[in-house]
């Protein structure tokens, strides 16, 4: 049987605390970047909304509907038809959460390359 006690788990994540308490910004990326990871629609989605994707349809009066208005139509397999795809959880959303994956892993590979050597606590 393991015998596990507060001071034991204390002991156990203090040089993680220190390091936190050192490098807060570091700590919030990787964060960040892993919410980012495991759930990518939480980076994705505010990004299509901010541009006016919605899981609806294009929103009235915004940058999509713009877009949309001004070229007259949407080829299929476009780029534009392949963001609202994801952005409705279509045959988009995988690529979409691909690159949003893909993303957190490089900013937090770069982030950790950059300030390995200055890192150490």
Avoid: C, E, K
């Avoid at 220190?18 to 807060?24: G, K």
Wanted: charged residues 0%; glycine residues 14%; without cysteine.
């Amino acid at each position: 049987m393991v015998n596990v006690t507060v001071a034991s788990v204390a002991a156990t994540a203090q040089p993680l605390i220190d390091w936190v308490a050192a490098h807060p910004g570091q700590a919030a990326l990787y964060t960040v970047n892993g919410v980012v990871f495991l759930a990518p629609a939480a980076a994705t989605a505010p990004i299509f909304a901010a541009f006016g994707l919605t899981a609806l349809g294009p929103a009235g009066g915004s940058l999509a509907a713009s877009t949309m208005s001004y070229f007259g139509y949407v080829p299929a397999g476009g780029v534009y038809a392949l963001a609202q795809s994801a952005a409705m959880g279509g045959y988009g959303a995988g690529l979409a959460a691909g690159a949003a994956q893909a993303g957190a892993v490089v900013s937090s590979g770069l982030t950790w390359f950059m300030g390995r050597n200055h890192t150490a606590a």
